[in-house]
Nanobody, 122 residues
């Protein structure tokens, strides 16, 4: 079992930055590939970014490439999402997720956090 808890969401103006954190507990964190997803009201959950279990490979959704950066600290059992140049369309609930195996852009992750709200105001 893996428990995931996100933090760092909030209200930010267009062009601003936020850093989301996800703390994991309950199992061997370094064995899990980690992902960030988001879901806006009335829309399906969308893949944002993923980082392989050893942290050497990352992958991003097209809409966030060049603006968001995913990273992980296996010693702290944590994964982060640095979000820069935020846009109103980035407004969503952001979820941290984990899975065994490689990065997936689908919702086929084994464990999910409860989500943290990010609101970008214009």
């Amino acid at each position: 079992q893996v428990q995931l808890v996100e933090s760092g969401g909030g209200l930010v103006q267009v062009g601003g930055s936020l850093r989301l954190s996800c703390a994991a507990s309950g199992s061997t964190f370094s064995s899990y590939t980690m992902g960030w997803f988001r879901q806006a009201p009335g829309k399906e959950r969308q893949f944002v970014a993923g980082i392989r279990f050893r942290g050497g490979f990352t992958f991003y959704g097209d809409s966030v490439k060049g603006r968001f950066t995913i990273s992980r600290d296996n010693a702290k059992n944590s994964v982060y999402l640095q979000m820069n140049s935020l846009k109103p369309e980035d407004t969503a609930v952001y979820y941290c997720a984990s899975r065994l195996g490689d990065i997936s852009t689908l919702n086929n992750y084994d464990y999910w956090g409860q989500g943290t709200q990010v609101t970008v105001s214009s």
